[in-house]
């Protein structure tokens, strides 16, 4: 009873958050141009505060570095697929985000460690870590504000210039050289990380409620967005078996790394996408995605939750 409690403590604020996104639309509470204005906080500095944070304080070992190493390919190869393949037939712009991350920062990790304990969690964290370099360059690709017919020169200036890779790179830098530990010792590393994660603070609400302020399942984009569900669902949940096999012909792989692999590919694509969409139709498309693989990612949850009980 008491890990089911915990469960719920953090299935219900996510469900919360969407639903009062969804109450603020239908109350005609917040302008779209209000939301976009939330939506722009989070990608120009909650989420890059994230990312420091996170780049910052990541660890590994060999078995990590193995999962690292099957989910790295699986994402660029759906995100490729999404960028040169499916966004021709969809063209949505912010498409490629939902084959380009999984949700594991902002969902992923907290259901696991639901269940695994902090202990465990830096082996779901390191999987969020191994998205992370093409999450974070099609988020800049996506986001780069390069004008009207722009040069390939001038997207790449755009995306360097991103906040995300900007503060992702710094954290990486300070991290793998060392560099923190002096700063952690004259007590300067403690302020930034605290100053960062107060920004950052705010993230999972804005998204969340952006997601259920955008939810619309029109006549006109229903069998979109269930069609991109199957496509998703579909593409994870092979990943999912390929690399459950994978990790069967390896010896003594830990049960909770196999556990983190197979809930990450049940995972939905990333929030964020709804934040990129550049018409409403895309932002929608994006939400209704999103919610109905979040409930399925759920469902999905509940019944590993039953399994290591």
Known sequence: MEKWGAVAQVIVPIFA??????????????SLKEVKGMQQYVMKFGLPCVLFNSCLGASMNAESLTSMAMVFPTILLTALF???VLRKKMPYHNLPMLFAAQES????????????GAAHVFRMGVLDLAQALICIATIAI???????????????????RSPLLLMSGAGLLLNLTGAKLPLEQMGIMQVFTETFGFIAQPVSALMLFS?????????????????????????????GLLMQGILFLLPQVDAATRWALLMYTTLPGSYIATTLGRTQEETEIASGVCSLLTIVSLGVFCVIAICVA
Do not use: Q, W
């Open 17 to 30: 958050a969407v639903f009062v996104g969804i109450y603020a639309r239908r109350k005609n509470l917040f």
């Open 82 to 84: 999404a960028f040169f």
């Open 105 to 116: 920062g902002m969902l992923g990790i907290p259901l696991y460690m639901t269940l695994f």
């Open 142 to 160: 996506l986001d780069a504000d390069a004008g009207e017919n722009p040069t390939k020169m001038k997207i790449l200036c755009e995306v360097l």
């Open 211 to 239: 997601v259920g302020f955008s939810l619309s399942l029109s006549e006109g984009n229903r069998s979109v967005i269930a069609r991109l569900c199957v496509i998703h669902f579909g593409i994870m949940a092979l990943a």
